[in-house]
């Protein structure tokens, strides 16, 4: 499996839909005063979502092997960079 159809799967499985590829986005984000994510996310057209036309999802890897992230489109989050930020903050409020 590609790593675009892997992120469609972490799609299908947290937000129950379908998903078309739409482009990739580089995006670095700070936080704390280091880089938090230097990476792309690839940008997704939702199907039949019943709150979001939009997802931001990307991966990486950890200790436990490959995670994938898949963030809806919904305010705060209206971009790439948005949806990365939302995902560090979530990140350090479970730490």
């Known amino acids: 499996m590609s790593y675009i159809e892997d992120l ?3 799609i299908r499985h947290t937000h129950g839909c379908e998903a ?3 482009e990739t986005v580089p995006v670095t984000e700070m936080f704390q005063g280091e880089v938090a994510w230097d990476g792309e996310v690839e940008v997704f057209d ?5 709150l979001a036309k939009r997802c931001y999802a990307w991966g990486y890897d950890t200790e436990n092997g ?6 809806l489109e919904l305010p705060p ?3 790439p960079k948005t949806a990365v930020m939302a995902a560090i903050r979530s990140d350090a409020g479970n730490e």
């Open 8 to 10: 469609k799967e972490a």
């Open 20 to 22: 078309d590829h739409v």
């Open 46 to 50: 939702l199907h039949d979502h019943r």
């Open 66 to 71: 490959k995670r994938f992230l898949a963030v």
């Open 77 to 79: 989050v209206t971009s």
